[in-house]
């Protein structure tokens, strides 16, 4: 019989064992590979978080200033998102949309950057040569012979194109003070109310036809400025059958500049200034 420790048996047990440290000794590099990778990871995650436990008071200083920095730059970027808000709106310049009116009248005090249009005539500075430049286009084109009459207005100038309607009215009309001056305010605005004052207007007419009436609208200049007036950044402010939105009559001289991007945008949606703003809020 052979013994059951033979040499062959003795072998064969080794190379089991050996096979199974190689197989322990694998799986424990795995393991501990894992476990390197999982403390790295959370290394990372606790300098992302700023929790990182350094070992140098020359490492703590390196990492808390660069921390510093980017919460600083953060901080700046936040603070000038208000200002990048408000560059974004002056670019716009909505301050070319106020409304003067009965209801709402010019801020007390109020006086434009003036420059001059032609001879006695200015208007706001944004606008004084562009107004010029139209007209001239127009009498190049042959179209009409425009010529302003009206501008800017001061508040005491205001005052005394109303005070002379109001005795006009009184004369025509035999009525009283308070009466005529309900009436002069129909087609003359109250001092304070007048777009004039924003050096933003302009009344146009055709130097054939010198009238300020309605039928001033079938001159050449008007027919020219209905087509033209927009690309200028003029629109026409109080056109027909508005009176009751604007609480002006229609006028088919007065000119309003608004820049040229809103007065396409009032012009092809066939709006006043007072619609065109109110459709902008409810935006």
């Known amino acids: ?48 978080a700023g929790l990182l436990m350094v070992d140098t008071l020359e490492e703590f200083s390196a990492y808390a200033w660069n921390e510093h920095a980017r919460s600083k730059a953060a901080a ?4 000038d998102l208000p200002k990048k808000k408000q560059k974004r709106l002056d670019d716009l310049q909505l301050d070319l949309l106020t409304i003067v009116s009965a209801a709402s009248p010019l801020q007390e005090g ?24 139209m007209m001239q286009d127009c009498r190049a084109e042959n179209a009409g012979f425009p010529m302003i009459c009206s501008a800017y ?3 005491a100038f205001q005052q005394e194109l109303f005070d ?13 003070v308070e009466e005529a001056t309900a009436l002069a ?15 933003l207007a302009a009344d146009i007419i055709d130097e054939t036809y010198p009238y300020l009436t309605e039928w001033q609208e079938t001159t050449g200049t008007q027919k020219w400025l ?26 088919p001289w007065h000119y309003r500049y608004v820049g040229e991007k809103f007065a396409h945008e009032i012009t ?13 809020r409810g935006r």
């Open 153 to 155: 207005r001061t508040q």
């Open 226 to 251: 209905k087509e033209h007036a927009a690309d200028y950044g003029f629109i026409l402010r109080y056109p027909p059958e508005s009176s009751e939105i604007t609480g002006i009559i229609y006028e």
């Open 185 to 199: 305010a129909e087609e003359v605005a109250y001092p304070g109310t007048s777009e004039h004052q924003l050096g």
């Open 110 to 133: 109020y006086v434009p950057k003036l420059d001059t249009v032609v001879e006695e005539y200015q208007l706001d500075a944004r606008c004084a040569s562009i107004c010029w430049d």
């Open 1 to 48: 019989m052979r013994s059951s420790d033979s040499p062959k048996n003795h072998s064969f047990r080794k190379e089991v064992i050996l096979a199974l440290l190689l197989v322990v000794l694998t799986l424990a590099s795995g393991f501990l590979i894992q476990v390197l990778l999982q403390i790295q990871a959370n290394r990372r995650a606790e300098q992302r």
């Open 268 to 280: 092809n949606m066939g709006l006043t200034l007072e619609e065109y703003v109110a459709w902008r």
């Open 76 to 79: 700046e970027r936040l603070a």
């Open 164 to 176: 002379n309607k109001v005795v006009r009215v009184m004369q025509e009309h035999y009525c009283t």
